[in-house]
């Protein structure tokens, strides 16, 4: 079973930049799809970025193409999110997952492990 620790969330002005890291156990790390999710308050969790266990695929949701990037290191057994030019709307606790599915990874329900979370606030 997979377990994920997430680190690298602040406080940061509104087009600055962080990098979240993930870091799994995990034998067969490689090969599970990871992706990055988020939670503002007083809203639902929704989907960031994801990146597959074989190919390296990604994606993302639209509201951060083209500044936010998402990678894995399985030598280290880790998943990045590298967030540049950073909105206040962006402020949320951010989350990492982790499923052996290679579909549906837009949908919070495929993924089965999850870390505790890391708050990111962008103030403006």
């Known amino acids: 079973q997979v377990q994920l620790v997430e680190s690298g969330g602040g406080l940061v002005q509104a087009g600055g930049s962080l990098r979240l890291s993930c870091a799994a156990s995990?034998?067969?790390?490689?090969?599970?799809?990871l992706g990055w999710f988020r939670q503002a308050p007083g809203k639902e969790r929704e989907f960031v970025a994801t990146?597959?266990?074989?190919?390296?695929?990604?994606d993302y949701t639209d509201s951060v193409k083209g500044r936010f990037t998402i990678s894995r290191d399985s030598a280290k057994n880790a998943v990045y999110l590298q967030m540049n030019n950073l909105k206040p709307e962006d402020t949320a606790l951010y989350y990492c997952?982790?499923?052996?599915?290679?579909?549906?990874?837009?949908?919070?329900?495929?993924?089965?492990?999850w870390g505790q979370g890391t708050q990111v606030t962008v103030s403006s």
């Open positions: 995990g034998r067969t790390f490689s090969t599970y799809a």
């Open positions: 997952a982790a499923t052996r599915w290679s579909t549906m990874l837009h949908n919070s329900g495929t993924y089965y492990a």
């Open positions: 990146i597959t266990g074989s190919s390296g695929n990604t």
